[in-house]
């Protein structure tokens, strides 16, 4: 399977293997049907002399074809003609000459017997030219298809990064701001503490690639990173409760996929109570799929897509993120509870962490 893999991957390994391969089974069942009729074993050297010349003109066909492949398609087309249309000659010419010395009795004494010899060479190298065409065309459109599917992939890693990072600007705004606002109050060792928490969230936050997914037990542990640094801010305010399911801690997920949801629920069900509020995560498997849902006691929202200042960034770019990741494989489900608060529902795909990646 490598050494066939080996080959197709070399158009011009390919091409003389085939050419090498064809020509002498021509030459093989030309003999076997000679032989059929009962004539002497020493016609294998005509056939393998007839063999040769083909494979001769053929590679020299193929140089032609090479030179006008890239010509506008009429004007190939027609060039491929005329250059079928000496080849057939040359190999006609090459097989009566050959035939002549080889036969005494052979020699062609009417024109149809030169017309038969030009349309058996004619039927031969156009077979052969069909062949060329036919694995150089779908070389070409498998090529295509890889080329677009390596554009296609580009550009869904170019926009998964755009929405990942345009996070950060967002989430360091706010942070930086609670950290002034700690220090204006004085309060300079929960200030060098939140300091030190942003710090290890975003190194975790800039070494990851927001195209690669990670288990979601690693997920929690930067969420939980992250909410040391809003815990920091808010003290006993912010209440978090987590209830993940064992078997769905190697589940794979995209990187940073919580924060967002959880930074929207801070700042609209936290940060504006004088109370404070509660979030609630919990993640379990449910049959071939991975079950995430985050709940928060706020006042709940009329409109999740209103993104004037700043409201359903997180929550946008969350959805538009699984959608680029997993299309139609994937559920992300926005509600308003009773009485009051949000759920936020996200259904995966359950993929595993291999065990090896794993160790």
């Known amino acids: 399977m490598r050494t066939l893999k ?22 093989i069942l030309g003999f076997s049907a000679k032989v059929g009729e009962g004539a002497p074993p020493i016609w294998i050297l005509f056939y393998l002399a007839v063999g040769a010349c083909g494979f001769a003109v053929s590679s020299l066909l193929r140089l032609g074809y090479r030179y006008v492949w890239n010509w506008p398609t009429p004007r190939m087309a027609l060039a491929a003609a005329g250059l079928l249309l000496l080849a057939t000659l040359v190999q006609m010419k090459m097989f009566v000459v050959l035939l002549a010395g080889f036969c005494d009795d052979c020699e062609m004494h009417s024109m149809f017997g030169y017309l038969w010899y030009f349309a058996s060479s004619l039927y031969l190298l156009l ?39 345009q996070l950060n600007p967002h989430f360091l705004f ?36 927001p195209v690669q997914r990670v288990t979601l037990a690693q997920e929690i ?25 064992a078997a769905a801690r190697d589940a794979l997920v995209p990187s940073l996929i919580l924060q967002p949801l959880i930074e929207n629920a801070i700042k609209y069900a936290v940060s504006k109570r004088e109370e404070g509020g509660a979030i609630e995560i919990e993640a379990k498997r449910s049959g071939d799929g ?26 946008a770019n969350t959805r538009e993120r699984l959608q680029v990741l997993y299309g139609n494989r994937q559920q992300f489900n926005l509600s308003n509870r009773e009485p009051h608060g949000v759920e936020i529902r996200i259904e995966l795909p359950f993929e595993a962490v291999a065990k090896s990646n794993a160790a």
């Open 290 to 315: 991975l079950v995430i849902v985050m709940r928060d006691d706020g006042p709940g929202c009329k409109n999740f897509e209103n993104r004037s200042n700043g409201h359903g960034v997180g929550l």
């Open 174 to 209: 706010n942070t930086l701001n609670a950290i002034s606002t700690l220090v204006l109050d004085h309060k300079n060792g929960t200030a060098n503490g939140m300091v030190g928490s942003l710090s290890a969230f975003l190194r975790y936050s800039l070494d990851s690639d």
């Open 127 to 165: 077979s052969w030219t069909g062949l060329y065409f036919g694995i150089k065309f779908s070389r070409q459109l498998r090529e295509q298809k890889e080329a677009a599917l390596k554009a296609q992939a580009m550009a869904h890693e170019a926009q998964l990064k755009m929405l990942r990072y």
């Open 221 to 245: 542990e930067a969420t939980n990173q992250y909410l040391g640094i809003e815990q920091l801010r808010f003290g006993d305010r912010l209440r978090v409760r987590m209830n993940v399911e």
């Open 6 to 27: 080996s080959l197709l991957s070399h158009p011009s390994r390919l091409f003389w293997t085939l050419q090498i391969v064809g020509w002498c089974c021509y030459s």
